[in-house]
């Protein structure tokens, strides 16, 4: 049985990370709602962009001086993932159901005969895959975003993506990062940003049929258009991360600080009943003590 002292080591300890978890939960639920704002605030513009892309990658679909960037190199062999994850831990299950994805992923296309390749983009998404697959990742970014997330770091990322691309060394391109939905909600997605996928049918209702003619030419046009696409759609799939992180957090945390109140509570009823065993055995001494003389 544990004495006073250790129980009174134990519950002051436990306290001190209940004030650490509640300080780190109101950080994170301050972060949440200024990278809701940006995550909200970009996915217009990013939903149009794909629309856009998606629409001409269908309608040059078979035009043979169409950009490779738009259509891809006309074979599926080399998977390249992007894996997006935080830098930092204490965020509860958001990297471990990101890894858990592309580790789905890269089995379902290994046993397809396909070769994978991955970028780790984030400290922790290395630290789980090099354990099963360091000799896939070919490249890891780390410290992308470590206050407020800036379009310029995602250019860094999209360049990186397009060197390999022109290099050959890869046919397919998809970034897995965590959709934000709510504080409590966090949905794990695959996108595909090279080649850009054809709209869905749903989804390409308002380009269907349109002509579109190009001031000044195509390639030159399309030339700026699609790195520019490539960096705004990595950059919407990093703000959504950084939203996902700071809500999985803010969650972890505050379960942290209810569930540290509930230990301390159990200690301290274990204290109260210890102290009052000990109070009870010395009166019991006293007593004895007194009866026998």
């Known amino acids: 049985m544990p004495s006073l002292k250790d129980l009174r080591?134990?519950?002051?300890?436990?306290r001190s990370t209940q004030k650490i978890t509640a300080a780190m939960k109101m950080v994170a639920a301050s972060r949440l709602r200024r990278a809701q704002e940006q995550t909200e605030a970009a996915r217009p513009y990013a939903?149009?962009?794909?629309r856009l892309c998606g629409a001409l990658a269908k309608s040059l679909e078979h035009f043979e001086a169409a950009p490779r960037l738009l259509t891809g190199t006309g074979?599926?062999?080399?998977?390249l993932l992007i894996v997006a994850t935080?830098?930092?831990?204490?965020c509860g299950a958001f990297n471990s159901s990101i890894v858990r994805a592309a580790r789905a992923r890269i089995r379902e296309l290994q046993t397809a005969g396909k070769t994978v390749k991955i970028l780790c983009v984030g400290r922790k998404g290395r630290l789980q895959l090099r354990r099963e697959y360091s000799g896939l990742i070919v490249d890891s970014m780390e410290e992308i975003s470590k206050r407020r997330l800036r379009f310029q770091d995602a250019e860094g990322v999209a360049e990186r993506v397009l060197a390999l691309f022109e290099?050959?060394?890869f046919d397919v391109a998809t970034v897995i990062y965590n959709r934000f939905a709510s504080a409590i909600l966090q949905v794990v997605t695959l996108r595909q940003i090279i080649p850009f996928p054809?709209?869905?049918e749903e989804k390409a209702a308002d380009t269907q049929g349109a002509v579109y003619e190009y001031e000044p030419e195509e390639e030159e046009l399309l030339g700026e258009l699609l790195p520019q696409n490539l960096s705004t759609q990595v950059y919407r799939s990093l703000l959504e991360?950084?939203?996902?992180e700071q809500g999985a957090r803010m969650t972890a945390m505050d379960n942290a600080t209810r569930n540290a109140g509930e230990?301390?509570?159990k200690l301290t009823l274990h204290y109260n009943r210890t102290r009052q065993a000990y109070i009870t055995k010395e009166l019991i001494e006293i007593v004895s003590g007194a009866e026998a003389l």
């Open 9 to 14: 080591i134990r519950i002051n300890s436990v």
């Open 47 to 50: 939903d149009r962009m794909e």
């Open 75 to 79: 074979k599926e062999e080399t998977h």
């Open 86 to 90: 935080s830098d930092r831990g204490l």
């Open 167 to 169: 290099k050959g060394e």
């Open 198 to 200: 054809a709209p869905e």
């Open 241 to 244: 991360n950084a939203a996902s």
């Open 263 to 265: 230990l301390i509570d």
